[in-house]
């Protein structure tokens, strides 16, 4: 019997990305799997599109009544609702690194005697195997550029949403739109900014720096920080003294904080923006302990209290690559194809045995 893969309709909002595209939809289908798709109001992706490689399209949320053998794939986390979930899921959880509410929801896999195949720990000899870091980088980056823009001549008003400034889209139609629109952004400023990136050697800290050489910050103005540049032990005046601050670390173990409010303080601080893509904003290690919230599309930035002359402020938007929804999409879902690919026989493979090995190991910590 054929492998069915249920790629489910996203319901975070501004979540334009999806897990599969057209073109790897196409390749499982030639591969003798049965791959249905819900119509989606939200993905980048029309629902034509699925249809003319041959997908059946299916309703919005079906996923919740689908029958127990179907493999459901998505992006990000589900809705509360259903308390129990039966299926094997294949998403971004957020549950593993003691995220704020991470027992609850991950009992309700548990209770519902499904699996969770958490695509962030899906890894090949050490690394993984598909990731949206690249696109997370560049699109932290980008918006960090544009917040510093923004607070030169409106120190006290926040950035607009993204609806805003992308003719009510919510997102960029490619890299070249995304691009154009924060060089014309910086050349209103007397100066560029500087920018230091940490985690600058991963995927996400290339996209972070790649952004800012391609709209023209000189090279100079980019520092680049991995883990040498850290291992001394924050705080780091560097970060104060630079106007933007891009982290971009894989947080998995306590570390000395990179900022806190006493270096906050020097009266040699510049910065004005930080950008969290790492955004562990309820890891109890999270090593920049200035701010509480995530942020969205909709409201993308948060002030840091007590800071003025000049303002903070934090970006925490947890799915930045849907900024860049289409190329974001198709980067990752082409490096996670072959694994895809291996479905059919999923528990004899290694990947997806050490994801359920992983999972099993979480849910076991519910009881601890």
């Known amino acids: 019997m054929s492998t069915i893969l249920h790629l489910r309709s996203e319901t ?3 979540e334009h990305r999806s897990a599969l595209t057209p073109t790897t939809a196409k390749a499982l289908l030639d591969a003798g799997y049965t791959i249905k798709v819900e119509r989606s109001p939200v993905r980048i992706f029309e629902d034509n599109e699925f249809e003319a490689i041959g997908a059946t399209l299916i309703d919005e949320g079906s996923w919740v009544t689908a029958p127990k053998e179907e493999i459901i794939i998505g992006l990000k986390e589900l809705a ?3 308390p129990e979930l039966p299926h094997v899921h294949i998403q971004f959880a957020h549950v593993y690194k003691n995220q704020g509410g991470w027992k609850d929801s991950l009992k309700r896999y548990a209770n519902g005697g499904g699996t969770l195949l958490d695509l962030e720990f ?10 949206f870091g690249y696109h997370a980088g560049y699109c932290g980056a980008a918006l960090a550029v544009k917040e510093w823009v923004w607070q030169l001549s409106h120190p006290t008003e926040p950035l607009a949403g993204v609806d805003v400034y992308t003719n009510n889209k919510g997102f960029y139609n490619n890299e070249d739109e995304l691009l154009d629109q924060i060089k014309a952004d910086l050349s209103q400023s007397q100066r560029l900014p500087r920018v230091l990136v940490i985690g600058a050697l991963g995927r996400c800290g290339r996209g972070a720096v790649e952004f800012c050489q391609k709209v023209g910050i000189p090279e100079d103005q980019i520092i680049k920080w991995d883990m040498d540049e850290t291992a001394k032990g924050g705080p780091f005046m560097e970060i104060v003294e ?7 670390i894989y947080l998995d173990q306590p570390i000395p904080k990179f900022i806190d409010q006493q270096s906050l303080s020097s009266p040699s601080r510049k910065l004005s923006v930080v950008c969290d893509v790492s955004c562990d904003t309820t890891n109890p290690n999270n090593p920049i ?9 909709d409201s993308p930035t948060v002030p840091v209290e007590g800071i003025s002359n000049p303002p903070l402020s934090v970006i925490s938007i947890d799915h930045l690559p849907s900024l860049l929804p289409r190329e974001a999409s198709e980067a990752f879902s082409q490096a996670l194809l072959p694994f895809l690919l291996q479905l059919k026989d999923w528990k004899s493979s290694p990947v997806w045995q050490d994801a359920e090995a992983l999972y099993k190991c979480k849910v076991a910590e519910l009881s601890s």
């Open 12 to 14: 975070k909002p501004l």
């Open 80 to 82: 509360d609702e259903p």
């Open 122 to 131: 899906l890894a090949q000899n050490g690394r993984r195997v598909a990731a």
């Open 242 to 248: 630079s106007d933007i601050f891009v982290n971009c």
């Open 289 to 297: 302990p200035i701010y509480t919230v995530n942020t969205t599309f």
